[in-house]
C-alpha cells in the first residue's frame, strides 16, 4: 500500500471518528463559535500537513503541523506554523452555508537535515462554513517575508484547509 493511500485511509478513520461524537451533533455553522475546536487537513506558513483551529471570541488561533516543503518539492523535513486570526462578520449566510473571512498573521518554522527556514506572513482567508456538517473549508492568500535563510519577499503565497469541528 503506497503512502498516499496510508494517509488517506488515516484521514477517513479520523473523520468517521469525529462525526460520531455527540459533540459533532451539537455543532454548526462550519464550528464559527467561540470555543469550537476543529481538526483536518491544511497548510500554513511552510508547515503543511494537520491543520488545527480554536476560536475564541472575535479571535482564532489556527495552527498547521507537518511537512517542510520547499516550492513545489515533496516533504523534505517537519515544520509547524501558528496564526493568530481576526474573525469578521459573515458576508453572507443561508440555510446550509455561510460565506466569512478572517485576517491576521502568523510564523512558520520548517527543519530539514540539512537547512531550517523561518518565515511570518500575513494572512486573509474565505471561510465556507457549511451548517448541515459542522465543517469549514478555507482558502488563504498567504504572503511571506522569509527571515531565515535570507531575507525575501513572496507576495503570491497562498494556502488552504478543510476541518471539522468536534467540540
Known sequence: MNRKMVVFLQALLILTFCLSTPAAAHLGGGGRNSGNFGIGLGGGTIAHGLSLKQFAGPTA?????????????GCSGIA?????????????????LSLAWNFGGGLGVGLASDKMQAAAAFVLGLEFNFHVLPIDIVIEWR???SIIPGVGVHPFGATAHVRLYVF
Open 61 to 73: 488561533i489556527q495552527g498547521n503541523l507537518g511537512c517542510y516543503r520547499e516550492k513545489w518539492s
Open 80 to 96: 509547524g506554523s501558528v496564526d493568530l486570526l481576526f474573525n469578521m462578520p459573515a458576508l453572507t449566510q443561508g440555510p446550509a
Open 143 to 145: 504572503p511571506q517575508l
